[in-house]
């Protein structure tokens, strides 16, 4: 596996590629792992602060540790009117978490997000960016149970 | 009944997206052929013939807003706007994995029309998997030979919805936070690292080669007069078929709803919709049979917005969902204005409250206040739309707040 410092370093030739060398941090970790910050200052030459507030400004970006499976459900409007409450409580019921936890085996996070862009099918939930449409809370287990 | 029309979705479904021979063998890259046989300035004064408008939301004149880029400054960028976000939308995804080719040629067109090399494709977080397939149909444009010169890259955002608003969208694309720039200078001025660029939405791009291809004047006879040609709509909520469309402009939205849509699902009644996004007005019956052109939509207090069509029957909460709406932008606010950044806050709290039937009538006229002040103080489209869903269910549903208010 490479190190955070040659997934970082390899784009630096890329004018603003910081954000894409985060996607490719979170890609191996899942997460922004504290390192991830002072060698990003150092490769795209900004200071930490500035690499620290990029690296929080989007909320598919975290510095805090996250699952392997990253459960967001949608909760704009449309989802919102087709159920959203009632199926991220049948996940939370199911994992035993609770919105913005990670099972303690660190395979599962559950977050909200907005619109995912799906909203042909609402509810809609996405496991690491795949959608899943149509949602009834009686799927949830199926659905866990293809995180494997 | 009206028909759908399929200028931006004209191969939909008949090619294979994965295939770059299939798009060529339905003409593909003909209109690009074309495009650079003209001169540019002749090239600009088509598409502005065309009288194509901006299909991001903005609404603002295609050929214009290129005509602004001066000629002889250096580097020039090519900005296509993927980030869509606004909920209920769909359509931009829509049309990529349909047809990426189309998207391509439309923004090699606009190259020649500024003299740019280097194109960005901006694509939302939330889809990573039309940024594989838009890299692999990049790939099979270079190997074809068919985009000369001029190169283009898929940059992946990272769930920001004010991205989507270009100057952030610029901001990001450098790598910063995704926060809106004071204007002017434009983008068309001083865009991407400080160079003119044109930044125009998915859709917009994808109208181009048929445009080019046919001349403007064709385009320019489809459609309403002042927002010409087709908007592709996407359906979703309460109503029977939540399906894409590609419809001419003149189309109605009760043709939308009862006629593409098919009506309200479990045979209920309609009780609004809201079109445009998360950000627009919420449309009671009596105006549905409003066009559904930009110019026509504002008319009524609505916006055509990004073509979404979010419909809600009479068993739907409107209180309800404007609060959820309030908290959507109480989130995405970036926070660099304080009129956002304080406005979306005290919005979301007061619908909070009356959402829980614990406001009196002066939250009510709060609200009403703070949306105004809102609409022209914040910096970008973003807080100055925000206060849009509650204003306009205000105004056609005021009764469902009264009867949430606390007796005094």
């Not at chain 1, 805090?64 to 909760?75: L, N, S, T, V």
């Not at chain 2, 204007?183 to 400080?194: C, N, S, T, Y």
């Not at chain 2, 709290?349 to 105004?372: C, P, S």
Request: hydrophobic share 35%; aromatic share 8%; net charge negative.
């Amino acid at each position: 596996m490479a190190t955070i410092r040659e997934i970082i370093s390899s784009f630096r030739d890329k004018p603003g590629g910081i954000i894409e060398a985060y996607h490719a941090v979170q890609r191996e970790c899942n997460f922004l792992p504290e390192e991830t910050i002072p060698i990003a200052a150092e490769v795209f030459g900004l200071s930490e602060a500035q690499a620290y507030g990029v690296a929080t400004f989007y909320s598919y970006l975290s510095v805090a540790p996250r699952g392997k499976y990253i459960i967001r459900m949608c909760e704009s409007a449309p989802c919102h009117i087709a159920g959203a409450d009632t199926l991220i409580k049948a996940f939370e019921d199911a994992l035993g978490i609770k919105v913005g936890q990670t099972t303690a085996d660190g395979k599962f996070s559950l977050e909200l997000t907005e619109c995912v862009g799906q909203c042909q099918g609402t509810p809609v939930i996405t496991i690491n960016s795949v959608p899943y449409v149509d949602l009834d809370p009686a799927q949830v287990e199926t659905v866990l149970a293809l995180c494997q | 009944m009206i028909e759908e029309k399929r200028i931006v979705l004209r191969n939909a479904d008949n090619i294979d997206p994965e295939d770059i021979k299939d798009y060529l063998q339905a003409g593909g890259y003909r209109g690009l052929e074309k495009a650079r046989s003209m001169r540019t300035i002749d090239l600009i004064e088509e598409v502005k013939k065309s009288g194509l408008r901006g299909r991001g939301g903005a609404a603002f004149n295609c050929g214009l807003k290129w005509s602004f880029v001066p000629p002889n400054r250096g580097a020039t960028f090519v900005v296509c706007n993927l980030d869509e976000g606004e909920p209920g939308t769909y359509k931009d995804r829509t049309i990529v994995q349909k047809d990426p080719q189309t998207l391509l040629e439309g923004m090699a067109i606009c190259a020649h029309a500024i003299n740019s090399k280097q194109g960005y494709i901006y694509c939302r977080g939330e889809y990573p998997y039309v940024v594989e397939l838009l890299n692999r149909a990049i790939g099979q444009a270079k190997e074809a030979g068919v985009l000369g010169d001029f190169d283009i890259e898929v940059r992946m955002g990272a769930g920001a919805y004010v991205c989507g608003e270009e100057t952030a969208l610029i901001e990001s694309l450098e790598g910063h936070r995704g926060e809106p720039r004071f204007k002017p200078p434009f983008p068309g001025v001083e865009g991407l690292w400080g160079q003119p660029t044109v930044v125009n939405n998915v859709e917009t791009f994808a109208n181009l080669p048929e445009i080019v291809l046919n001349g403007g004047e064709w385009y320019a006879a489809i459609g309403a007069p002042n927002y010409t040609g087709t908007k592709v709509l996407t359906l979703t909520g309460d109503v029977k078929n939540r399906i894409f469309i590609e419809v001419p402009t003149t189309t109605t939205l009760r043709e939308v709803v009862f006629g593409f849509g098919g009506g309200i699902k479990d045979d209920k009644k309609f009780k609004a919709v809201q079109v445009g996004g998360t950000s627009g007005g919420f449309i009671p019956e009596h105006l549905l049979d409003t066009q559904i052109d930009a110019d026509s939509m504002r008319s009524i207090g609505a916006t055509l917005g990004t073509g979404a069509v979010f419909v809600m029957d009479e068993t739907r909460d409107i209180v309800d969902i404007v609060t959820r709406i309030a908290k959507f932008f109480e989130h995405e606010s970036c926070g660099k204005c304080n009129p956002c950044r304080e406005g979306t806050y005290r919005a979301y709290e007061i619908m909070k409250k009356i959402n829980q039937g614990q406001a009196v009538a002066q939250d009510i006229d709060n609200l009403t206040v703070l949306g105004r002040v809102m609409e022209k103080a914040c910096l970008c489209g973003l807080g100055q739309a925000a206060p849009s869903p509650t204003l306009t269910t205000l105004q056609h549903f005021y009764p469902e707040y009264q009867a949430r208010l606390r007796a005094q």
